[in-house]
Every structure is written in C-alpha cells, then in structure tokens.
C-alpha cells in the first residue's frame, strides 16, 4: 500500500456550510421478514443525525456505486447477522467496490465498520471469513495496544476518557462472533493492512480484537455498539472529523 494518508482529497461538499453526508449499507433482511428486502437501523441514522451529519441510505444492491460515492464523505457499515449476510454475495461486491473506490490515489474516503460491520471490513481487505465463537453481551472495559494509544482514533481522546474505556464497563457488546489476536496476527493482509487498537474478553473469558485501524487509510473498525452509548461521544467526533 503505498498511497499516504496525506494525499489530497476531492471534496463533496460544494458549499462552505453544507452538512457533510454519510452513506449507510442497508442490511438484507433474513427469509423470515416478509416484507421489505433491506433495513437500517435508527440508532445508527440518530447517530449522525443528531451531529447535523446527513444520512444517505446506500441500498446492498445498488448497481450505481460510482454515483453514490461521489454523493458522500464517508461510508458507515452496520451490524447485522454474521452467517446470514457473509453468504449474500451481492451486499460483500456492493461493499468491496465502496473499499476499492475509497482506495483510490488522491482520495480521502473515512469508512467504518461497527460489529458485523466490523468483521466484514476485515473479510473484505484481509480475505478472512473463519470468525470464531465469541459471545460479548452487555457493557465491558477494553485494554488498548500500544498501537492503540499511538493511532489516529485513540490518539484524539482525553487521558480521561482513555481511563474509563479502560477501567470501566464502557463499551456494549452485541456479538456472537470475533477474531482473537492470534488469529489476526496469522493473516499477512489483516497485518499488513491494519493495526490493532484493542482488544477486549468475551462472556467465556477469551480474548478478541475490539478495534482496528487502517495504516494508512481512513477505515476503521469496532466489534461493539457506541451508537447505543451516550458515552461515545469522542467515537463519533472523530469520525466526523474525519469526514
């Protein structure tokens, strides 16, 4: 990967005190909901939302990629049901062409991932598909790397908040599956690709990666919900930021 993190960017905004946009994927509904093909939830629209940040829902499968991505700054993947959706074909192609566009020279494109999100960003860039057992449910601490409190994400926060996503239960867990740290570290495009910013225990006890971060693009990654959180704000803030 050669093109820097400090190449220059198109803009999408045409005007000085536009709202910037992010695109959300819609999620395919499994064959048990009758109606509709796709969804997104609206914790995740609330969370840019309510930051002036306007939300443009990108369908699973569109057929207008090129189109969509000069529309906006960003793109945000949801959660969704790990087994289900990695076999639609259709929603991995839609998300790899956003991945190849955003990579782009001369383009500074931020994408994030959160939960299933989160995982389908690492099987997309590092071709890793064999996600193991790890049941996260309810508030937990993280342990951030040293990789962690260098990077772009955790470099933006306070000490104090660093704390408290340390010290107390402070993200919120909705999984079923994860990588461990062996696992990520065993995959050469995984590693080359992005660092590790955290990692956190499962309700069984074992350890997995909470969070990653490109090297040297904008595309980021955590296996819990900080749209459900009022104490996320730092989450958002610099995603905006980067936007």
């Known amino acids: 990967m050669t093109h820097r993190l400090m190449a220059t960017a198109r803009h999408r ?7 910037y946009t992010i695109g959300i994927i819609t999620i395919p509904h499994s064959l048990k909901i009758k109606y509709g093909s796709s969804h997104i939830m609206k914790s995740y629209v609330d969370w840019f939302e309510r930051r002036g940040i306007h939300v443009i829902p990108i369908p699973y499968d569109t057929k207008h ?18 087994q289900y959706i990695m076999k639609i074909n259709t929603f991995i192609d839609t998300i790899s062409k956003f991945v190849e566009l955003s990579l782009q020279k001369n383009e500074y494109f931020p994408i994030w991932g959160t939960c299933f999100g989160f995982e389908v960003v690492m099987a997309i860039i590092g071709g890793f598909t064999k996600f193991k057992r790890f049941n996260g449910h309810g508030l937990t601490p993280i342990k951030i790397t040293p990789e962690g409190k260098k990077s772009r994400l955790f470099g933006s926060f306070s000490k104090k908040y660093i704390h408290y996503l340390e010290n107390h239960n402070s993200t919120l867990e909705n999984h079923e599956y994860g990588i461990s740290t062996i696992d990520f570290l ?21 350890e ?6 490109g090297k040297y693009y904008p595309i980021y990654g955590v296996q819990w919900h900080p749209e459900r959180q009022s104490s996320s704000k730092p989450f958002i803030d610099f995603f905006i930021s980067e936007l």
């Open 13 to 19: 905004t045409c005007k000085k005190n536009r709202s």
């Open 65 to 82: 990629h090129h189109q969509l991505f000069h529309m906006i700054n960003g793109l945000f993947i949801p959660g969704g049901e790990t």
């Open 186 to 206: 065993s995959q050469l495009h995984l590693k080359r690709f992005f660092n590790i910013l955290a990692t956190s225990i499962s309700d069984d006890g074992k």
């Open 208 to 213: 997995y990666v909470a969070a990653i971060e």
